[in-house]
Nanobody, 113 residues
Framework: QVQLVESGGGLVQAGGSRRLSCAAF???????MGWYRQAPGTERVLVAA???????NYADSVKGRFTISRDNAKNTVYLQMNSLKPDDTAVYYC????????WGQGTQVTVSS
């Protein structure tokens, strides 16, 4: 069983930055970690993901603005979000993949114009 603890959400002005953190507890065999987001009335979609080897994948909408990184020793993943836009407003969910997927409780990011 993996528990994910997220932090870093909040209110930020357009053009600003925010860093999300997600610490994973309960497993040393996490293959990949990532961030998804869900805006009201929409589906949950991938924002960025990173494997244990450091390979990354980003949604087109965040390329060049967001950076995902991972501290394997701490089982923690970070999402550095720069040049934030109102369209980035959503609940951001941390994901950890072992032989199944685990999800955090979600953290709200609101970008004001």
């Amino acid at each position: 069983q993996v528990q994910l603890v997220e932090s870093g959400g909040g209110l930020v002005q357009a053009g600003g930055s925010r860093r999300l953190s997600c610490a994973a507890f309960g497993s040393s065999s996490i293959r990949a970690m990532g961030w998804y987001r869900q805006a009201p009335g929409t589906e949950r979609v991938l924002v960025a993901a990173i494997t244990s080897g450091g390979s990354t994948n980003y949604a087109d909408s965040v390329k060049g603005r967001f950076t995902i990184s991972r501290d394997n020793a701490k089982n923690t993943v970070y999402l550095q979000m720069n040049s934030l836009k109102p369209d980035d407003t959503a609940v951001y969910y941390c994901n950890a993949h072992t032989i199944r997927d685990y999800w955090g409780q979600g953290t709200q990011v609101t970008v004001s114009s």
